[in-house]
C-alpha cells in the first residue's frame, strides 16, 4: 500500500462577524486529500483533512514542505510493519523532517491538516470509526470510545446592526437545539455594554444551562483582572482567554483574581506552549479547562503528547474541551474521554458542525459510528471533498 498523490485547495469561509479581535469575512481554509493506491469495494481510500477556524489555509506551506517530503519518503517508512497499513506517526515525521524546534506558527496548523487527513485514512483503512482507531490504539485512548460527547454551542459573536434581542433569539435557537451551554463573546465592547448583554442572555436560560464567555485574548492584565471582578458576581460557567494567549504571568494573576473557572489554549500550536501554559500560567486543575485544538496544532498525533504531559502534571483528560466544533476533534473526545467539545451551530459551514442527522441532546451529541471522521456523512462538506477526487 502506498500514497499516490497528496492534494489540497483553498476554500473559504464568508462570514460577517466579529470577535473582540478579527472579523472573518477574509477567512480560508485548506482541505487536503491523501489518496492511496488502495480499493475498498471498489472505491479507492482516500483520507481527508482541513485546518480548524482561526487561522488562514497553508497552501505555500503545504505545497512547499510538508507534502513533498511525504511524496518523497520511500514507501516503507510510512507503513507501520505490523499491520501493513499506512502510520499517521510515521506520516507526521516524514512531514517535519528538516525542521527545527520551535518556530511553531502557521507550519503547525499546515502539520494539522495532514495529520487529521492521515488519522482519517488510518481509520478508514482499519474498517472502523476514527474515536474508535484512536481509543484503541492511542496511549492517549480509552479502550472503547464513548458513544456520546458533550457539547457547547460558541456563537454570540458581535454583528454589525444587531443587538441584544438578535443575540438573545440566538442562544434561544441554540437551546431549541438540544444545546445546555451556550457562548458569547466579550471584550468587543465596554465592560458596561458586555454585562448588559450577559444579563441579557442569562435572563433567557432555563434552569440548569449555563452560559460562557470569551474575550479571545484581548485585554491586558488590568482590564482582564477588571473583567474578572464583574464576571465573579455572576454564574458563568467559564471566562475564557482573558489575557494573550502566551502571557502565562497575565494569565496567572486572573487566575488569583477569579474563583470561577477559566478557559485557554485554543491558541497554543504546540505541546511545548501547553507545557509551558501548564508550568507558569497558574491555572488550577481542579477546575480551569483545557482547550488546544488539534487541527491548528500539529494534529492528534501531536495533541496524544500534550495529553501525556498533562497526565504528568496532575491533569486529568476530562479537564480538556477542544476548540474547533469540527468532527475530527469530537473524534479524539470520544477516543480520550475528553470532558467534551465546542460546537459553532451554522457558523463557520461547512467545516464546523456533525454529521446529518447527528442531533443533540440534553447537551450531548452521538457520533457517528462509519470508518473514519465521517466528513463524508456531511452532506455540506462532501462537495468540497469531492473536489480534491472521488473515493471511486
Ligand atoms: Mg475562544
Known amino acids: 500500500m502506498k500514497i499516490v498523490d497528496i492534494r489540497h485547495i483553498t476554500v473559504p469561509i464568508q462570514s460577517d462577524m466579529a470577535n473582540a479581535f478579527i472579523n472573518f469575512s477574509k477567512m480560508d481554509v485548506s482541505v487536503l486529500a491523501i489518496v492511496t493506491d488502495e480499493v475498498r469495494d471498489g472505491r479507492t481510500v482516500i483520507g481527508y483533512?482541513?485546518?480548524?477556524?482561526?487561522?488562514?489555509?497553508?497552501?505555500?506551506?503545504?505545497?512547499?514542505?510538508?507534502?513533498?517530503?511525504?511524496?518523497?519518503?520511500?514507501?516503507?517508512?510510512?507503513?507501520?510493519?505490523?499491520?501493513?497499513h499506512l502510520d499517521p506517526g510515521l506520516i507526521w515525521?516524514?512531514?517535519?523532517?528538516?525542521?527545527?524546534?520551535?518556530?511553531?506558527?502557521?507550519?503547525?496548523?499546515?502539520?494539522?491538516?495532514?495529520?487529521?487527513?492521515s488519522w482519517d485514512l488510518a481509520a478508514k483503512l482499519a474498517g472502523i470509526s476514527v474515536q474508535q482507531l484512536i481509543a484503541e490504539r492511542s496511549p492517549a485512548g480509552i479502550g472503547t470510545a464513548n458513544?456520546?460527547?458533550?457539547?457547547?454551542?460558541?456563537?454570540?459573536?458581535?454583528?454589525?446592526?444587531?443587538?441584544?434581542?438578535?443575540?438573545?433569539?440566538?442562544?434561544?435557537?441554540?437551546?431549541?437545539?438540544?444545546?445546555?451551554?451556550?457562548?458569547?463573546?466579550?471584550?468587543?465592547?465596554?465592560l458596561a455594554d458586555d454585562i448588559r448583554r450577559i444579563e441579557a442572555v442569562l435572563s433567557i436560560l432555563p434552569d440548569g444551562a449555563t452560559l460562557a464567555v470569551d474575550?479571545?485574548?484581548?485585554?491586558?492584565?488590568?482590564?482582564?483582572?477588571?473583567?474578572?471582578?464583574?464576571?465573579?458576581?455572576?454564574?458563568?460557567?467559564?471566562?475564557?482567554?482573558p489575557t494573550d494567549p502566551l502571557d502565562y504571568e497575565a494569565l496567572g494573576i486572573v487566575a488569583e483574581n477569579y474563583t470561577g473557572v477559566l478557559a485557554t489554549g485554543e491558541n497554543l500550536l504546540s505541546r511545548h506552549e501547553a507545557t509551558n501554559l501548564i508550568r507558569y500560567g497558574g491555572l488550577r486543575s481542579d477546575r480551569d479547562v483545557l482547550q488546544m485544538d488539534s487541527a491548528l496544532s500539529y494534529g492528534f498525533t501531536e495533541y496524544q503528547r500534550t495529553l501525556s504531559m498533562l497526565t504528568g502534571y496532575g491533569w486529568d483528560a476530562a479537564r480538556c474541551v477542544p476548540h474547533g466544533g469540527h468532527q475530527f476533534n469530537l473524534a479524539i473526545a470520544a477516543g480520550c474521554g475528553l470532558g467534551g467539545s465546542e460546537s459553532y451551530p451554522g457558523i463557520f459551514e461547512p467545516f464546523g458542525g456533525f454529521a446529518d442527522g447527528d442531533e443533540v441532546q440534553d447537551g450531548f451529541i452521538t457520533l457517528p459510528d462509519v470508518p473514519g471522521i465521517g466528513l463524508e456523512e456531511k452532506s455540506s462538506l462532501a462537495p468540497v471533498l469531492a473536489q480534491l477526487g472521488n473515493s471511486n
Open 93 to 117: 515525521t516524514a512531514s517535519m523532517r528538516d525542521e527545527k524546534p520551535g518556530g511553531h506558527g502557521d507550519r503547525a496548523v499546515a502539520v494539522g491538516i495532514l495529520d487529521m487527513a
Open 215 to 241: 474575550a479571545n485574548g484581548r485585554f491586558d492584565t488590568e482590564q482582564a483582572v477588571e473583567y474578572a471582578r464583574a464576571l465573579e458576581q455572576l454564574p458563568l460557567h467559564w471566562y475564557e482567554e
Open 49 to 84: 483533512g482541513f485546518n480548524s477556524n482561526g487561522r488562514y489555509a497553508q497552501p505555500g506551506i503545504l505545497s512547499h514542505r510538508i507534502i513533498p517530503r511525504v511524496l518523497d519518503s520511500e514507501p516503507d517508512t510510512l507503513v507501520d510493519p505490523e499491520t501493513g
Open 147 to 190: 458513544k456520546k460527547v458533550w457539547v457547547y454551542a460558541a456563537g454570540g459573536y458581535y454583528y454589525p446592526d444587531r443587538g441584544i434581542d438578535a443575540l438573545q433569539d440566538e442562544m434561544k435557537r441554540y437551546l431549541a437545539m438540544g444545546y445546555r451551554t451556550v457562548k458569547m463573546k466579550i471584550g468587543g465592547a465596554s
